[in-house]
T-cell receptor, first 109, second 111 residues
Framework: QKEVEQNSGPLSVPEGAIASLNCTYS??????FFWYRQYSGKSPELIMS????GDKEDGRFTAQLNKASQYVSLLIRDSQPSDSATYLC?????????FGSGTRLSIRP | EADIYQTPRYLVIGTGKKITLECSQT?????MYWYQQDPGMELHLIHY???????EKGDLSSESTVSRIRTEHFPLTLESARPSHTSQYLC??????????FGPGTRLLVL
């Protein structure tokens, strides 16, 4: 079992809809959780970080954390073609950050 | 806004050559990282450093070496490049928090 699991996709979502990206992690001691976006051929860029159970909203993005279920998700409202990218979930383990393999998101017009 | 730089951005080189990929950050971050990523594939941590004179190997075995003589500088060296080293190399840094900020990457092609 991988330490950070993501569905590789591709996840296809119509423009204007909500895209829901999911991530599970294995280390119950993890305290820090991150979502990165990576466009093809580019480097990852941070979208959001979340540390407490519940929801955290930033513009069209909402991160949701459930430590009991070891589950973190990212919702993208009003999806735009520019949201088409690979989304990486990252979780801390001890003093390291472990990245998932990413979910490819495609927003169709 | 993260200030982390990598040079060169693109490098095409012949087999057997020695190469050094440069990474610098101006944020005073103690922690720095090197990742290797093939197109469409996941990130693999190959080296990291938690401060000056501290370097560790990552989860993916790599024939490269690194050094950390100055806080802001974390170069990666391949003594003898091979076609199997063809990949994208990403440098990142983090400060007191754990958020990693990535440089633009170096695309390496070994012929």
């Amino acid at each position: 079992q991988k330490e950070v699991e993501q569905n590789s996709g591709p996840l296809s979502v119509p423009e204007g809809a909500i895209a829901s990206l999911n991530c599970t992690y294995s280390d119950r001691g993890s305290q820090s959780f991150f979502w990165y976006r990576q466009y093809s051929g580019k480097s990852p860029e941070l979208i959001m970080s979340i540390y407490s159970n519940g929801d955290k909203e930033d513009g069209r993005f909402t991160a949701q954390l459930n430590k009991a279920s070891q589950y973190v998700s990212l919702l993208i409202r009003d999806s735009q073609p520019s949201d088409s990218a690979t989304y990486l979930c990252a979780v801390n383990r001890a003093s390291k950050i472990i990245f998932g393999s990413g979910t490819r998101l495609s927003i169709r017009p | 806004e993260a200030d982390i730089y990598q040079t060169p951005r693109y490098l095409v080189i012949g087999t057997g050559k020695k190469i050094t990929l440069e990474c610098s950050q101006t944020m005073g971050h103690d922690k720095m990282y090197w990742y290797q990523q093939d197109p469409g594939m996941e990130l693999h941590l190959i080296h990291y450093s938690y401060g000056v004179n501290s370097t560790e190997k990552g989860d993916l075995s790599s024939e490269s070496t690194v050094s950390r003589i100055r806080t802001e500088h974390f170069p990666l060296t391949l003594e003898s490049a091979r076609p199997s080293h063809t990949s994208q190399y990403l440098c990142a840094s983090s400060g007191l928090g754990e958020t990693q900020y990535f440089g633009p990457g170096t695309r390496l092609l070994v012929l």
